[in-house]
């Protein structure tokens, strides 16, 4: 079977998500079959089960986490100069190539997890739109962005986490999020580090922008092209092509996770194979996964962005697997099971 192919167009794009494969089934019920023999009580590892039930899902009847990796997306934000953010832009390429030679947070949990990791910077130093006076994107640059995340998934992938780097992409999530499931400035958080002042500031900036943008709130894709940025249109594209590649996918941050909903938005069940890797100390990201009904592993205060918390998440991931491949069965270590009955 010939591999996906990166959507040129609109009429393309919308043709892959109405044509999306779930999971396997029946690998599903032989791993919660599995589960019912391990030597445990019944439920008692809680998430873990669900995870290696996921898993099962998503890639078949044996799933191994030999190629996992975590892929960050960098984009450049117009908004910035409208003082949303307590860093200047050129911060994004700096960090850029501070990833580059392995000195950001990043790296080193990829490191400690086992997990490869890559980094796409979408047009260095070009930044989006003045999204208060024309689109932040037009439909063939978000198209042009949302191809390369999509390219950039290896369909032999077990499981893979994005993230994120661009100064201002929080003004454009929270924005997103505004066209995607109502409300107004009030998505809006401190990002990098805002004071009170600065998050009315970057509440007041959203509110004009969905007013500069109404046509935002009825299309997903208009809000994506409208009030994102290059990074978040790669992200929807890489959740995308890992889903028509059967490959798992954890879900870092406030951003990410706005990215992706994009594809909630155009159909209810396009994350099913995605995990929420963690809930970020950005207010709107609880809000958000409260409306996407997702769950998230992890609740560390973390807020740094990056795919950190995906890649830590990654770690519960491999326990998970490592639980359901390598206990015995209650048969197996002689163990008597529960009872049947009550005496």
């Known amino acids: 079977m010939a591999e996906p192919r990166a959507p040129r167009d609109r009429v393309e794009l919308e043709r892959l998500l109405t044509d999306l494969p779930g999971p396997d089934e029946a690998a599903m019920a032989a791993a919660r079959a599995r589960q019912a023999e391990l030597t445990k009580p019944p439920g008692s590892l809680g998430r873990l089960e669900d995870l290696a039930v996921w898993l099962h899902g998503w890639r078949g009847p044996s799933p191994r986490l030999d190629r996992v990796k975590v892929i960050v997306f960098a984009g450049w934000h117009g908004a910035v100069r409208h003082g949303v953010s307590a860093y200047p832009a050129e911060v ?157 996918v954890l879900l870092d941050g406030f951003v990410a996770t706005a990215a992706a909903a994009v594809l909630a938005r155009v159909r209810d069940d396009a994350l099913a194979h995605c995990c929420a890797a963690h809930r970020s100390a950005e207010p709107g990201h609880a809000r958000l996964l409260a409306a996407l009904g997702l769950e998230p592993l992890l609740d560390l205060r973390m807020r740094l962005g990056e795919g950190s918390g995906a890649a830590l998440a990654i770690a519960i991931v491999r326990a998970a697997l490592a639980c359901h491949a390598g206990m015995a069965t209650f048969a197996e270590a002689g163990v008597a099971g529960a009872s049947t009955s009550i005496r």
């Open 92 to 248: 994004t390429g700096q960090m850029v190539s501070n990833f580059e030679r392995g000195g950001a947070a990043i790296n080193q949990l990829c490191r400690s997890v086992g997990a490869a990791l890559a980094v796409l910077a979408l047009r260095p130093g070009e930044p989006t739109g003045n999204m208060l006076e024309h689109p932040a994107m037009d439909e063939p640059a978000m198209l042009e962005a949302l191809a390369a995340g999509f390219a950039a998934v290896d369909p032999n992938l077990d499981l893979v986490a994005f993230g994120e780097m661009g100064i201002g992409n929080t003004t454009a999530a929270a924005a997103l999020c505004v066209a995607l499931f109502g409300g107004g400035g009030d998505w809006a958080g401190p990002g990098t580090g805002l004071d009170a002042a600065g998050v009315a500031r970057k509440a007041r900036f959203i509110e004009q922008a969905l007013d500069r943008h109404p046509g935002a709130r009825s299309d997903p894709w208009v809000a994506l092209a409208a009030l994102g940025g290059r990074e978040l249109a790669a992200i929807a594209g890489a959740v995308l092509a890992a889903r028509l590649n059967r490959v798992p």
